[in-house]
């Protein structure tokens, strides 16, 4: 089969594109026909060595792990998914290639484009794991930290759906979008504590921080305790009272099937910034890397 592999890290012209064997699924486990794959920026880190030679720990690697395609077969013991469902979800072993083995997936809804899918399962059970951390509830108010990013945008979506009220911090151009998706936006940077109390003068309940770029210590002077700041990004929240989640606390996939859930309601999206085909996978990091991007970047096969 066709597949995208790296065998050392560096720059996107490490990758490759290359022949290898088909993967099996095992028992618990569905392979899919692959037709899109996200890219995060996790995937990119990775490639680089930001991580040192720990993660992963053997090369080459077949990187991604977000994917969308249809099942083409399905591991002993598995059960509620057939050969030719279509789905999205998370790959063992990696997603760029014709075809991936999975080990947590949701049904894709009807109407939703793959490409679409395929930006869903990392940032959505990220966003639902943190707001599961901070237990925020209808009626309560959140703050969200990089609103218009991929995990920026899954939260402020699945907490509007919980009755949270939301204020999402954005550039001026992605204000009109995050109104579209029932948050309050507001800008960035220096003075944010000021601005977020002008927007909620009762104060807020939680803040989640995806961004990390140094916002936390500007979000525990505006919720209860510090410990109602959870970051994704920002790995000295810590040092401020706040909490970091990584996922080896647990993680939420359950939260696929609920975004899923929503997007059938209408309530749910998750724009795609650019596709790009599997043979030109470095521009897609390189577009990633760049940091300006709304919604998601997706490799089609």
Same mark, same amino acid.
């Given at each position: 089969?066709?597949?995208?592999?790296?065998?050392?890290?560096?720059?996107?012209?490490?990758? $490759?594109?290359?022949?290898?064997?088909?993967?099996?699924?095992?028992?618990?486990?569905? $392979?899919?026909?692959? $037709?899109?794959?996200?890219?995060?920026?996790?995937?990119?880190?990775?490639?680089?060595? =930001?991580f040192g030679d720990t993660?992963?720990?053997?090369?080459?690697?077949?990187?991604?792990?977000?994917?969308?395609?249809?099942?083409?077969?399905? @591991?002993?013991?598995?059960?509620?998914?057939?050969?030719?469902?279509?789905?999205? @979800?998370? =790959?063992?072993?990696?997603? #760029?290639?014709?075809?991936?083995?999975?080990?947590?997936?949701?049904?894709?809804?009807?109407?939703?484009?793959?490409?679409?899918?395929?930006?869903?399962?990392?940032?959505?059970?990220? %966003?639902?794991?943190?707001?599961?951390?901070?237990?925020?509830?209808?009626?309560?108010?959140?703050?969200?930290?990089?609103? %218009?990013?991929?995990? &920026?945008?899954?939260?402020?979506?699945?907490?509007? =759906?919980?009755?949270?009220?939301?204020?999402?911090?954005?550039?001026?151009?992605?204000?009109?979008?995050?109104?579209?998706? &029932?948050?309050?936006?507001?800008?960035? &940077?220096?003075?944010?504590?000021?601005?977020?109390?002008?927007?909620?003068?009762? @104060?807020?309940?939680?803040?989640?921080?995806?961004?990390?770029?140094?916002?936390?210590?500007?979000?525990?002077?505006?919720?209860?305790?510090?410990?109602?700041?959870?970051?994704?990004?920002?790995?000295?929240?810590? $040092?401020?009272? #706040?909490?970091?989640?990584? &996922?080896?606390? @647990?993680?939420?996939?359950?939260?696929?099937?609920?975004?899923?859930?929503?997007? %059938?309601?209408g309530r749910f999206t998750?724009?795609?910034?650019?596709?790009?085909?599997? #043979?030109? %996978?470095?521009?897609?990091?390189?577009?990633?890397?760049?940091?300006?991007?709304?919604?998601?970047?997706?490799?089609?096969?």
């Amino acid at each position: 089969m066709k597949a995208l592999q790296y065998s050392e890290y560096g720059p996107s012209s490490v990758l $490759r594109v290359v022949e290898l064997p088909e993967p099996q699924a095992s028992a618990g486990q569905i $392979r899919v026909a692959v $037709r899109a794959v996200g890219v995060n920026p996790y995937d990119w880190k990775v490639r680089s060595g =930001a991580f040192g030679d720990t993660t992963p720990s053997r090369l080459p690697v077949v990187p991604h792990s977000d994917v969308a395609g249809v099942v083409d077969a399905v @591991g002993e013991g598995v059960e509620g998914v057939a050969v030719g469902d279509e789905v999205f @979800g998370v =790959a063992v072993g990696g997603a #760029a290639a014709d075809l991936a083995v999975l080990r947590f997936w949701a049904p894709k809804p009807e109407g939703m484009p793959f490409a679409e899918a395929a930006g869903l399962p990392n940032v959505v059970e990220t %966003a639902g794991r943190a707001l599961d951390l901070l237990a925020v509830e209808k009626g309560r108010t959140l703050l969200v930290n990089g609103a %218009a990013g991929g995990v &920026g945008i899954a939260a402020v979506q699945l907490a509007v =759906a919980r009755g949270v009220t939301v204020i999402g911090t954005a550039s001026e151009r992605n204000h009109d979008f995050l109104r579209g998706l &029932g948050a309050i936006p507001v800008t960035y &940077g220096p003075g944010l504590p000021d601005r977020v109390r002008a927007i909620a003068p009762a @104060g807020i309940d939680a803040a989640l921080d995806t961004a990390g770029r140094g916002a936390v210590a500007e979000l525990v002077t505006l919720t209860p305790t510090p410990a109602d700041v959870v970051s994704i990004a920002d790995f000295d929240a810590p $040092r401020h009272g #706040a909490r970091v989640t990584d &996922g080896s606390e @647990g993680r939420a996939w359950p939260t696929l099937l609920e975004a899923a859930t929503l997007y %059938a309601e209408g309530r749910f999206t998750m724009p795609v910034e650019r596709t790009f085909p599997l #043979a030109e %996978a470095a521009a897609a990091h390189d577009l990633s890397e760049s940091g300006h991007v709304r919604g998601k970047i997706i490799l089609t096969v």
